[in-house]
Structures are given as C-alpha cells and as structure tokens.
C-alpha cells in the first residue's frame, strides 16, 4: 500500500461516520462489501495523487448520510476535503465486468 496516510486517515474517519449510521440504521445482520473506485483507489495502490471525491460501490443497497465530508491537512499542510460522491454508478463507470469479483 502506498496510499498517502493524511487521506487514509480522512478515508477512514469517514468510513467510522458510515458504519455509526449504518449500525443506527440496523445494518448489523451481514457484513457489507464496499468497492472503492477512481481517486482514492489510485492513491491506494500507487499513492500517486490526491482526490476530493470517493468513488463507492457497495454489496448491498444502503441508506447513507447526505454530508459525508471530512477535512484533513496535506502532507505539505494545505487544507483539503474529501466527500461521498452519491452519485456514482457502476452502470456508467468505467469499471472491468468481473470488478466485484476481482477485487482485494
């Protein structure tokens, strides 16, 4: 993993805020799977460049806060932001067939 650690730990805030609501939600029964796509899985795997944006697909349909938006500090301490993009789509992505399947 090369991912930059200021936006992994921006990543994972946010995923703290899904899984609280989920779980108030009552999504305690099966494990969720969640596909990371775009930016942020670039980062992941070359830790070549930032994003504002994450790019999700899930297992599952699910009922997500609207203001899914964490602030974090740049490596060189510029301000930066990442939020859920709700409008992402697997049908329009540009996403290998077996993505779900071949995925870590």
């Known amino acids: 993993m090369k991912a930059f650690p200021e936006l992994t730990a ?3 805030s946010m995923l703290d805020r899904m899984d609280a609501s989920l779980r108030e ?4 029964e099966e494990p969720i799977k969640m596909y990371l796509a ?4 670039v980062n ?3 830790g070549t460049r930032y994003t504002e944006d994450v790019d999700a ?6 009922v997500l806060p609207q203001d899914l938006t964490v ?12 939020y859920f993009d709700h409008n ?6 540009l996403v ?4 779900e399947m071949d995925s870590r």
């Open 25 to 28: 939600g009552g999504y305690e």
């Open 88 to 93: 992402y789509n697997t049908s329009l992505a």
């Open 96 to 99: 290998h067939e077996d993505f």
């Open 57 to 62: 697909s899930f297992s599952r349909r699910l």
């Open 44 to 46: 992941f795997y070359c």
């Open 10 to 12: 921006a990543l994972r």
């Open 71 to 82: 602030n974090y500090a740049r490596a060189d301490g510029s301000q930066a932001f990442i």
């Open 38 to 41: 775009g930016g942020v899985a």
